[in-house]
């Protein structure tokens, strides 16, 4: 496996990852009859198998990246699931949440120099 093709395996199961939080998180936010409702949705049911297909994913993107890149690249996440909340969720982005995601940016930045 090439490097690249490492790199794209990788960033999409992060971006999986991060669909998989927005569909349990709209699961949390939808009301239900039963307490087993809450747990065996669609929402839910759809969230785990999106981890489990992003793990997945993340295990053959190992065989193209260095294990050094991962954590960088891990950390586009968080952008992900902020510009997911912002776009889906009408969350406000407060301005500590700019200055972390700014952060992570920098921080990215600064270690793949």
């Known amino acids: ?26 699961s949390a936010n939808l009301p239900h009859k039963h307490v087993w409702a809450e747990y065996l949705n669609r929402f839910v049911l759809g969230g785990y198998g999106l981890m489990l297909l992003s793990s997945l994913l993340t295990v053959f993107a190992y065989r193209g990246i260095a294990l050094s890149v991962a954590p960088l690249l891990s950390a586009s996440s968080y952008l992900f699931i902020g510009l997911f909340g912002v776009l889906l969720f009408h969350e406000r982005l407060s301005l500590k949440k700019q200055i972390g995601y700014g952060l992570i940016i920098f921080g990215i930045c600064l270690a793949a120099l």
């Open 1 to 26: 496996m090439t490097p690249k093709t490492g790199l794209l395996l990788y960033l999409l199961g992060v971006f999986l990852a991060a669909v998989g939080q927005l569909l349990l998180k709209a």
